[in-house]
């Protein structure tokens, strides 16, 4: 835009002179006249009232029809207007979509694992993924057997009485985090256990199956059935026992790998306190959390489930390879 110093202001017209003129101004005053004359015989017609009346309303409905937030009058046609329905899916729609099409119940993972991280009793303002195994979903596959020994597997948890256990594939097994999951399995015929996941089980296991102790595999069918095909999904089952911690043979104040074992639900998330925060550690595929430059080692720690629940547990001593029982355990689902 020009300043205001070069901006152009109109100039009287130097050569223009009034003079008056008498010839048509008696003309115009005469149309005037008769203008007058005709607009008061049509104003005292009958109806000009009321048709000035609804010449009124019509101008005050198409007003109030314009307003924003204002009532159409409901005999004029509704203009069409673009439906939100066929707009872009909401993010809510979108993950409804999502968790149905890869879970088989109508009970979604997504569900479960909001309503674990209410219930929770500090929980962060995103649950933790619970990996590929996920609550409310049921899982196809197979199962085979194999000697468990003395319990003792990829899991690290050590010999163990305990025959109702399985090794998971490496794919499932994804760095340990199906380690400790209770897993409901049933085979074709209807039969159905509850093992514990101690062990991995490498190629040539595929996605899905499960290599359960030859306890628990003849419980479901023969030993020399060899292979069956079964279903399986995650548990919370009910359980007396409570989370206990386990420093790793080696381990110092300088170095230490940490171990949570007899946790009810998968393990999410092992952190030690420092004194910048909370510090999540790094899990290995033999189960142990490690803490490379000792950061942490013998302060606090703090447990997350696959619900999103956590736990805090006071400092305990750096003991290696002794379990010490923390009395604290995850809520049931």
Not at 29 to 36: E, P, Q
Not at 45 to 50: D, I, K, L, Q, S
Not at 130 to 143: M, N
Not at 302 to 329: F, K, M, N, S, W
């Amino acid at each position: 835009m020009a300043s205001s110093s070069h901006r152009r202001r109109p100039q009287p017209d130097r050569d223009f002179e009034w003079r008056p003129v008498r010839g048509p101004l008696v003309a115009v005053a005469a149309v005037a006249v008769v203008a007058l004359a005709v607009t008061l015989v049509v104003a005292f017609r009958p109806g000009a009232a009321a048709g000035a009346a609804g010449q009124d309303r019509a101008v005050a409905a198409s007003a109030s029809a314009s307003a924003p937030g204002s009532t159409a009058d409901p005999a004029a046609p509704a203009s069409p207007k673009p439906s939100t329905a066929s707009a872009k899916p909401s993010a809510s729609a979108r993950t409804t979509t999502s968790a149905s099409a890869s879970a088989t119940p109508s009970a979604t993972p997504a569900k479960r694992a909001a309503s674990g991280a209410a219930r929770a009793s500090s929980a962060t303002t995103t649950a933790p993924a619970a990996g590929r195994i996920r609550p409310g979903t049921t899982y196809q596959g197979v199962a085979t057997s194999y000697d468990v020994g003395n319990g003792d597997g990829a899991c690290s948890y050590g010999p163990t009485s305990d025959v109702m256990t399985a090794a998971m594939n490496t794919a499932d097994y994804e760095t340990a985090k199906a380690c400790g999951a209770y897993v409901s399995v049933r085979a074709a015929s209807g039969a159905a256990i509850t093992v514990r996941i101690t062990n991995e089980c490498p190629a040539p296991c595929t996605a899905g199956q499960l290599d359960l102790s030859r306890q628990a595999f003849a419980k479901l069918a023969p030993l020399s059935a060899g292979r069956i095909t079964i279903t399986w999904s995650l548990l919370s089952p009910a359980t007396s026992d409570t989370v206990s911690i386990r420093y790793k043979t080696g381990s110092t104040q300088y170095w230490c790998g940490i171990q949570a074992i007899g946790h009810r639900n998968p393990l999410a998330r092992l952190e030690v306190r420092t004194s910048g925060g909370w510090l999540a550690l790094a899990r290995t595929d033999y189960n142990y959390f490690l803490s490379e430059q000792g950061t942490g080692c013998g302060a606090e720690i703090r447990l997350t489930d696959i619900y999103g629940e956590q736990l805090t547990v006071p400092a305990l001593a750096v003991r290696p390879d002794v379990v010490q029982r923390t009395g604290v355990q995850f809520a049931r689902h």
